[in-house]
């Protein structure tokens, strides 16, 4: 559901995130080979702009390169920019541009198309859902065939993590503008490792090998065939089968079983993913910091996260995902009773409350948290009731801020970008435009740190602020965190050089397989 | 009166149906409370893009234009853009009917093949050891949830003996029937008991009547009386239940659709719904219309050709 809250979810790696060790360092790449895959979304687009859902933005990523990318590193790196560096007030940023770069079809990657890509990506009428991303860019220009510069409104922190998303992907100037957005949008040509060879909606995407692609001897794979796989049952029997090397989201009900086939391997890895319970702030007594603690106290997530998740996530210290400035020393709300009814004795509503509760319909995992949740809250004297809705019911409820409370499934909110910013705007920043993701908290300490964070490029004054809006939200916001959430990928033991990145994808250019 | 004209009157009755379920489909989009536009585009979306949707939907004009704009559109096929495909509509149901249409079509095929000669046997065996399996057996089975089933068919047929993919369609067509083939007997298991039970209950008061009897006194050998004379006269109840289960099992093979991935109009709807797609819902709307008006088409030919009374 990146989907829905648009380019406003940016989530980021963390430099303390110890990365899993990618399979099989074994011996040396082998070239040629189809992958297949069993994937639990699809896409919708292959287009940079206009995509916000999964399914569409991890295609995307293969396909399209962009002039910084993201990787194991908590820092961007060089992409189709060989370089770049920054002027002294931090608004104008020049980039050295790799040369010698092609398309797909053959032809050149120019600085004009650089040029046409970022100026569509800064435009807000043109990216409409992450306009956000690109809103500090007043102007760009090439000085020269490999020198792009961008010069800012303002100094902007997470510029460079905005610039290592998919939407400012490079795409084909000419080209684009003869085809129009839609044919675009379907046949799309880039500059990344593979290129799309057939797309069946409902049933597969098809990548093959880009001649052209700029890394040495990459990629290794001659094709992947994506499946299009929704059932989360039948997506396991794929890899069991060995109709597919790969697929994604195993339920935390099978990683055990999954994990202990023969050919196969759980890969279990960090994600800027996360789940929480969001209240209305607006409303009594979610406008009660001691009510909102006292609920945080009574969440038993020690053994939710054993029984319900199989131990496949870490508890939440923070109200977002583990980003680059997340500080591992903030304490999580450790399951106290004794505190909680404490809590509730000295807030408003110290008798307790009833409330009402929207989750997703249908997702038997966030019914059994939501139940776990009713069953340990009543020990404080909060009755909550449950009421599970569809996905576009919850957005439109849940975004009239006429409801109470609501959870969204884990796999939903993630990040896009590598800093905290974005997400420190949607959800911090009650002026950003969804006023604190429709919880109404308002609190000008933290809009302050949001602003004080992205109008600097020093890395230490940043990462001071997230620190200090970690604390604060810890304390204030009016939600109980519960995890931070892992990417769970069945991998079979052919595969090699397979890693998910902190932002969920894959560079599958760096994927081979082993005979 | 000849089959010909007996169709062309049925098909003649059926334009008044057809025309309400455009009525039908069309007030989808309107039923939504408040601004269609924006509902479909969130309550974050600016009033530009809302006055561009519904420019581009035509809903600033009057209510019988934009009527009798989207009757024109429909019999092109040309449903507009998926607000989430962001692309045609027309071609994307297209594709998936093919497959709704196959899958439904290969299941009642064996759903016919088992439920025919189990009825049979039942009826002349009525009330002895083989009735009695019949029944329990085809019990059993249309208890089973069809996920479950499913999910068992895969295990055996796919995983231990490798006879079929677990999921998805293949591309030659060999493949693509193989790839059909346990969806389709999810489907088949669960249809044949409804179909046995109502041919076996009507093969048993046929076989009970007058003219069965006359038939015996006349020597007609027991192979003809029941092939010839029974079954056909009972085949009528059946086709009906057959007719209704077809339009249903059109929209509605959602959970068989997802267990094996085949891209279905069932699941193709339940997406749609999720996603507040209203376009793609107003074209489902119409095409589960006309699917249903079709299948009831094709039973009434079906009861002409079995008894030329009808035809009266």
């Not at chain 1, 009574?298 to 109200?319: C, F, Q, S, W």
């Amino acid at each position: 559901m990146t989907a829905r809250l648009g380019g406003l979810l940016a989530l980021a790696a963390s430099a303390l995130f110890v990365a899993a060790p990618a399979q099989g360092e074994e011996g040396a790449p082998r070239k040629g080979g189809t992958l297949t895959m069993a994937r639990d979304s699809e896409p919708l687009t292959l287009n940079p702009i206009g995509a916000g859902d999964n399914g569409s933005i991890f295609m995307i990523v293969q396909v399209f390169d962009t002039l910084v990318e993201t990787a194991d590193a908590p820092l961007p790196q060089s992409a189709l920019a060989t370089g770049w560096t920054v002027s002294d007030d931090a608004k104008t940023w020049t980039f050295a541009l790799r040369e010698g770069v092609k398309f797909s079809n053959g032809d050149p990657l120019t600085c004009d198309d650089v040029k046409f890509s970022i100026d569509r990506f800064a435009d807000p009428k043109v990216n409409t859902s992450y306009g956000g991303f690109g809103a500090a860019i007043a102007q760009t220009e090439c000085a020269g065939p490999s020198s792009f510069v961008v010069k800012l409104k303002a100094p902007q922190g997470a510029f460079l993590d905005y610039l290592s998303t998919f939407i400012p992907s490079i795409v084909p100037k000419a080209l684009y503008e003869k085809m129009g957005d839609k044919a675009f949008s379907e046949k799309p040509v880039g500059s990344g490792p593979f290129m799309v060879k057939e797309w069946v909606r409902g049933q597969r995407l098809v990548l093959e090998r880009n001649p052209y692609y700029w890394k040495n001897g990459q990629p290794y794979l001659d094709q992947i065939v994506v499946n299009y796989v929704p059932d989360e049952n039948t997506r396991m029997l794929k890899v069991e089968s060995d109709e597919a090397q790969i697929a994604t989201e195993v339920p935390y009900a099978q990683i055990e079983r999954v994990a202990a086939l023969d050919h196969v391997d759980v890969q279990i890895e960090n994600v800027m993913a996360w789940d929480a319970v969001w209240f209305n702030s607006r409303k009594a007594p979610f406008n009660d910091p001691q009510v909102i603690r006292a609920l945080n106290y009574a969440t038993p997530k020690e053994a939710m996260l054993k029984t319900l998740m199989h131990g496949a996530g870490d508890i939440a210290n923070h109200v977002i995902a583990r980003v680059k400035y997340w500080d591992p020393a903030v304490e999580a709300y450790p399951y106290d009773l004794a505190k909680a009814k404490e809590a509730l004795a000295k807030s408003s509503a110290p008798q307790g409350f009833a409330l009402s509760c929207l989750i997703v319909a249908g997702d038997q995992f966030e019914l059994q948290q939501a139940q776990i949740l009713q069953s340990e809250w009543a020990k404080i004297g909060v009755t909550m009731e449950i009421q599970a809705v569809d996905t576009g019911t919850i957005w439109t409820r849940w975004g009239s801020g006429d409801e109470n409370c609501f959870t969204f499934t884990g796999a939903g909110l993630s990040s896009d970008a590598l800093s905290d910013d974005n997400l420190a705007v949607v959800f911090f920043d009650f002026t950003g435009g969804i006023e604190s993701f429709w919880t109404g908290w308002n609190n000008k300490d933290a809009i302050a740190l949001v602003k004080e964070a992205d109008g600097t490029i020093d890395e230490e004054k940043r990462k001071a602020a997230f620190h200090k809006l970690q604390r604060l939200a810890m304390a204030e916001y009016p939600a109980v965190p519960l995890f931070f959430i892992k990417a769970r990928t069945a991998v079979s033991d052919k595969v090699k050089g397979f890693k998910t990145l902190p932002v969920k994808w894959w560079n599958l250019e760096d994927v081979w397989l082993a005979p | 009166m000849s089959l010909i004209a007996f169709a062309g009157r049925r098909l003649a009755q059926a334009i008044p149906v057809l025309l309400i379920i455009t009525v039908a489909a069309f007030s989808v989009i309107h039923l939504v409370p408040g601004d269609p536009a924006r509902v479909m585009l969130g309550s974050r979306a600016t009033d530009e893009a809302v006055q561009v949707l519904r420019e581009q939907l035509g809903l600033d004009k009057p209510l019988v234009t934009q009527y009798l704009d989207f009757l024109k559109a429909a019999m092109r096929l040309d449903f507009g853009d998926s607000l989430f495909q962001r692309t045609a509509i027309g071609p994307i149901v297209a594709a998936r009917a093919v497959h709704s249409l196959a899958l439904v079509a290969y299941a009642v095929l064996i759903s016919l093949v088992i439920a025919v000669p189990l009825a049979l046997l039942s009826a002349i065996r009525r009330n002895l050891l083989a009735d009695h399996v019949v029944r329990a057996l085809t019990t059993l089975a249309f208890c089973m949830p069809s996920f479950w089933t499913a999910l068992l068919l895969v295990l055996l047929f796919s995983i231990r003996l490798k006879f079929f993919p677990t999921s998805g369609l293949g591309d030659s067509p060999l493949a693509y029937l193989a790839s059909l083939t346990l969806p389709a007997v999810s489907i088949g298991l669960y249809l044949t008991p409804i179909l046995l039970r109502s041919l076996r209950a009507s093969l048993i008061q046929t076989l009970g009547a007058e003219f069965v009897e006359a038939a015996r006194a006349r020597g007609f050998g027991e192979a003809r009386i029941l092939f010839k004379h029974v079954l056909r006269n009972s085949l009528i109840a059946m086709l009906t239940i057959l007719g209704i289960n077809v339009g249903f099992l059109i929209s509605g093979a959602v959970i068989v659709e997802n267990v094996f991935s085949i891209p279905g109009l069932g699941s193709l709807m339940v997406a749609a719904i999720v996603q507040r797609d209203y376009p793609v819902i107003v074209a489902l709307t119409l095409v589960f219309g006309v699917v249903v008006v079709a299948a009831n088409f094709l039973v009434d030919l079906s009861y002409a050709l079995l008894d030329p009374r009808i035809r009266q």
